[in-house]
């Protein structure tokens, strides 16, 4: 990591908000659902599938967390119509976890109601350490109920082994990422090849017990010891899928569908897309770098 | 590392002798057994265990080595009387394994006896490659007579996975650690990442077996290693410990204490520091150069 890179880390909230925008122009899809179906659309016509997120987290008012769940049920109706090959992710903060755990967890129950009703998908995001566990009782609460509902679990946290002996035997389908929210030592491994190597752990781990993974990576190491896996395993197409983020790598994109695995695209779209930029920035500060230079028309 | 640190570690010698004391303060628990017992009771109550290391080794009059056995059997009486958790570690060149491997091999059936009269243990230390063999035949020989006593393999020797094959078929209870003194290409592997592996080969070996493990190490992506192991092998917390050094990195030993991990620390006291010492310098020469600077009143 450069010298400039670092200080953007360590200052990302100093970075310009004109920087954030530029760099949400990059990740997100759009401030709007119209938008965002778009690109799902030119994502299918690639062969790849989506998963579609509204943007916004933590937020404190009711009113902000019914109206993201009727976004939601609009979507849903708009992926049928239009006849797309998409679900859904949702983040828990954004449907009231931190306002009160009952009422979230009833606000994921309607939105994955409404996929069970058009035979779709809800995923359930992972945030920070402060709501895994709350999140993972709302995810088996609202499993038990609709079936159709998977959950995240991170490679850099120190319990994600031992969540995976905990997940429902039934059909269990699991995105596996590295995390990137930042977590105490004592909560997190630290290190990137220990992050790395228990990505691997428990990603064999998922698929030596059956559970449908998405493998949420662009790490090309990761992809290889994924490949080795799938055939250590024997497993078809139909039993996992990669994952990655709109804005990251498309050649990597292009790469995992012509050897013929499915792949999927996240693509969020929303006004609240500020976070979401700031965690791709920490992530990615290159970006910012560039941002920066070009808009000082530096070369 | 520094160059600063790569000076210290090719010069150690040349270490002024007034660090190596700042650097034994921090490493060992005293130059008296009555320090060393209250280090131990301190562990104890923070929930830690304790192995104690009487300081010194390569002796060459069978005096030294008498009066090693002698303080041996009274740490284990004083452990007795106080109640403590520990056990103790052995190290065969101070019990006259350079003198004769006879009169060595009796000194520790003296030990041993004395710990199986208290129902308590003792750790065989290893050291260089020039003492391997007759440390393992000693380790067997004993082993045979009195069950409570256990050997180390180091990871950086080639022979490792070999050696495990050859433990004793009857409650084998083995350290693994990495391996500190400097040994001859043939003999040992040289790159870090190589050492790592074959921890994790031999670690993966010796669980596999059913032998009880002593995980001796600080490296994040050996701990993480270990746990996928334990999880890996569903082992229970009595057929395993992790174990660290005396001085070093204290949160971690939070850490996996707080995880529910049985951890042991090493706590070596004693007048013959000094050769101990440059071994953990030879590991962290950051702390010569701190207490360099500290002392010359550089900031």
């Not at 404190?60 to 992710?89: Q, W």
């Not at 004592?186 to 017990?209: G, P, Q, S």
């Not at 791709?280 to 070009?294: D, F, I, K, S, T």
């Amino acid at each position: 990591m450069s010298l400039f890179s670092r200080v953007v880390v360590t200052t990302l909230p100093l970075v310009p908000k004109f920087v954030v925008g530029h760099v949400a122009k990059r990740y997100v899809a759009g401030e709007t659902r119209e938008e965002a179906l778009g690109t799902a659309k030119a994502l299918n016509e690639s062969g790849a599938l989506a998963t579609m997120d509204v943007l916004g987290e933590e937020v404190s008012k009711r009113s902000k967390a019914e109206a993201a769940v009727e976004e939601y049920i609009r979507l849903f109706e708009a992926i049928e119509e239009r006849g797309l090959d998409a679900n859904v992710s949702i983040k828990l903060t954004l449907l009231g976890l931190k306002i009160d755990e009952t009422f979230c967890r009833e606000n994921v129950a309607r939105v994955a109601e409404t996929a069970a009703s058009f035979g779709n998908f809800v995923r359930i995001d992972m945030e920070d350490s402060s709501v895994t566990d709350a999140t993972l009782r709302i995810y088996r609460e609202v499993h038990g109920r609709y079936g159709n509902v998977g959950a995240v679990l991170q490679s850099y946290m120190r319990r994600t082994l031992r969540d995976i002996s905990e997940l429902p035997a039934e059909a269990p389908n699991i995105r596996l990422c590295k995390g990137i929210y930042i977590e105490p030592r004592a909560i997190a491994w630290k290190r990137f090849e220990t992050v790395r190597a228990n990505f691997v752990a428990a990603l064999d781990k998922l698929m030596r017990t059956g559970v449908y993974v998405g493998i949420a990576t662009h790490d090309e190491h990761l992809v290889c010891e994924a490949e080795r896996l799938i055939d250590r395993y024997a497993l078809g197409r139909d039993r996992y899928e990669f994952q990655m983020l709109l804005g990251v790598d498309e050649e990597l994109r292009r790469i995992l569908l012509d050897r013929g695995h499915r792949l999927r695209v996240y693509v969020p779209y929303g006004r609240d897309w500020y976070p979401y930029s700031i965690r791709r920035l920490r992530e990615n500060p290159e970006v910012a770098r560039h941002v920066m230079r070009a808009t000082l028309g530096l070369r």
